[in-house]
């Protein structure tokens, strides 16, 4: 007969299991929408201006 291949068992202890806490550091996302709204701002009110010269 073949031998049965077994796997080592894991001993369960009596500690909890660690949890784990996400925690994300989003100052730069933050930071960079901040400036893509200022540019886009910036470039809308260009557009609206040079509509008014070029009409």
């Not at 299991?17 to 400036?35: A, G, I, T």
Request: charged letters at 25%; proline letters at 7%; aromatic letters at 12%.
């Amino acid at each position: 007969m073949a031998k049965k291949n077994k796997r080592p068992t894991q001993v369960m202890t009596n500690n909890p299991p660690q949890k784990f806490e996400f925690n994300p550091d989003y100052s730069m996302v933050k930071k960079d929408l901040k400036r893509i709204g200022i540019l886009a701002g910036f470039f809308i009110a260009v557009l609206v201006t040079l509509s008014f010269f070029l009409k």
